[in-house]
């Protein structure tokens, strides 16, 4: 079975940084589009940041643009998200998906397959 697990997320402070990791089983992440998401209560899921198989061209959404970096470790068969400069806005539960899309990084959840469960993200003082 195909198996993405999210990790990191915590809480942190307006202006700190959390890394991300999104650790896949049953399935090589080398080819493989790889998007995180968010979403909070009330509100649809909104594409943050995709990476993809082929060349590692990266998207993102225009206001995570410069704080966020998203990257693949493919020995270790993970995907990242480094998140500086965090703002209050940026609190949700975080999800790592996955697409058989091989040349372009959508943002968009329709075009995702394979979901993992989700890690909360809270930024506070």
């Known amino acids: 079975q195909v198996q993405l697990v999210e990790s990191g997320g915590g809480l942190v402070q307006p202006g700190g940084s959390l890394r991300l990791s999104c650790a896949a089983s049953g399935v090589t992440l080398e080819y493989l589009t790889v998007g995180w998401f968010r979403q909070v209560a009330g509100k649809e899921r909104e594409g943050v940041s995709s990476i993809t198989s082929y060349e590692s061209i990266t998207t993102y959404v225009d206001s995570v643009r410069g704080r966020f970096t998203i990257s693949r470790d493919n020995a270790v068969n993970t995907v990242y998200l480094q998140m500086d400069s965090l703002k209050a806005e940026d609190t949700a539960v975080y999800y790592c998906?996955?697409?058989?899309?091989?040349?372009?990084?959508?943002?968009?959840?329709?075009?995702?397959?394979?979901w993992g469960q989700g890690t909360q993200v809270t930024v506070a003082s």
């Open positions: 998906a996955t697409t058989s899309w091989q040349t372009m990084a959508p943002l968009s959840p329709g075009e995702y397959d394979h």
